[in-house]
């Protein structure tokens, strides 16, 4: 695919959980950094995590002790588990790599979390 693909987002109650999976290209791993993105309606798109080729991540202060990022080079996967979801993590969420966002954007993937 010329984009990556997001998936595993939904519908949950505010303290739910949801894992979130970015499937992506061979030729952006195991080299490249990753991050996770999200976008609400009205709001600018906001990196939430990232990790680099070597395993270090980093979060935002909005999601940190409650979202983990994880990345898997053999199957060209980066994941986010997402757990203790508030409502203002309400957002289309999408996964490129970083610090330069060079790929095609994808679709994204929901994610809604309700009071």
């Known amino acids: 695919q010329v984009q990556p693909v997001e998936s595993g987002g939904g519908l949950v109650q505010a303290g739910g959980s949801l894992r979130l999976s970015c499937a992506a290209s061979r030729s952006i791993f195991p080299a490249n950094a990753m991050g996770w993105y999200r976008q609400a309606p009205g709001k600018q798109r906001e990196l939430v995590a990232r990790?680099?080729?070597?395993?270090?991540?980093n979060y935002a202060d909005s999601v940190k002790g409650r979202f983990t990022i994880s990345r898997d080079n053999a199957e060209n996967t980066l994941y986010l588990q997402m757990n203790s979801l508030k409502p203002e993590d309400t957002a289309a969420y999408y996964c490129?790599?970083?610090?330069?966002?060079?790929?095609?954007w994808g679709q994204g993937t929901q994610v809604t979390v309700s009071s």
């Open positions: 990790i680099t080729s070597g395993g270090t991540t």
């Open positions: 490129n790599t970083y610090p330069y966002s060079v790929l095609r």
